[in-house]
């Protein structure tokens, strides 16, 4: 899943500009991960930890969220610390959205969880429609990333519900969990390295399994418990230690670029 192939783009609609999305290599599966982790430990933190309560988190979330991207969608390029800023950010918020659902307005994880499932479903319907494509290597327009953006948000909703659903409310446990979720990544990158199975469709498999692991992975380090498991590490130090991670990295990938495409400008 190191590389998507699609059709030359037709730029629709906004400025020229080079492709707004890292190259997918191991460092963009490395942050992706510990950027969801973030996400649900970040929210608890904020939430709980900081007393800001499940409201007041989400406007703070979202007045973040809103800010990191009228800074990105200004940029022409991709920018290591502008484009994974925004990632944990909207995986946060996309964590807060979940969680509105099912703690504010009582509803069930079996429900949310297909809800989010249509709605991601029908993002990627409509940005085909528009677009012709859904690869990553083609997001040189504004119009494709609002839609990139919008899909990347309802990954983070619907992931946070299925690994809840998952290990909470079917009560199999972090540890199962975790081991349930990275099988179908695994299962996902053997259908596209050896079956051949299209690039584009293994990678948003792929994107979206990554949410409900990083989810398990931040509960099974940060909570303890009887029933589900856990390291009991808390929130403040889960986090601390996987936003250390991720800024070492993105530090790193600034300097050597090595995962900046080295193609010219979109054509006109």
């Not at 703690?103 to 429900?111: N, R």
Request: charged share 10%.
């Amino acid at each position: 899943m190191t590389t998507l192939v699609s059709p030359a783009p037709e730029v629709s609609l906004g400025r020229r500009m080079l492709n707004k999305v890292p190259e997918v290599t191991v460092f963009f599966w490395l942050i992706k991960i510990m950027c969801t982790t973030v996400g649900e430990t970040g929210a608890d933190y904020l939430n709980v930890n900081l007393g800001f309560g499940l409201t007041k988190t989400t406007y703070v979330a979202g007045a973040l969220l809103a800010v990191l991207l009228v800074i990105q969608f200004r940029l022409r390029r991709y920018v290591p610390v502008a484009y994974w800023g925004v990632v944990v950010v909207i995986s946060v918020f996309g964590t807060l959205i979940t969680d509105n659902m099912t703690d504010a307005h009582s509803v069930p994880l079996t429900t949310s969880t297909p809800i989010f499932a249509l709605i991601l479903g029908a993002v990627f319907a409509a940005w085909y429609a528009v677009e012709r494509t859904l690869s990553i290597h083609t997001i040189v327009t504004t119009r494709r990333e609002a839609f990139y953006w919008l899909a990347i948000l309802f990954t983070f909703s619907l992931g946070t519900a299925a690994g809840d659903l998952v290990a909470e409310q079917f009560s199999l446990g972090y540890g199962v969990s975790i081991a349930i979720f990275g099988s179908v990544i695994l299962a996902v990158a053997f259908a596209h390295y050896a079956l051949g199975m299209n690039a584009v469709l293994t990678f948003w498999l792929a994107y979206i399994m990554t949410r409900p692991l990083g989810a398990s992975v931040g509960d099974f380090m940060s909570q303890h418990s009887k029933r589900f498991g856990g390291l009991g590490l808390g929130t403040t130090g889960t986090s601390s230690i996987f936003i250390a991670c991720i800024v070492v990295l993105v530090g790193y990938l600034t300097i050597s670029k090595r995962d900046q495409s080295a193609s010219a400008e979109a054509p006109a």
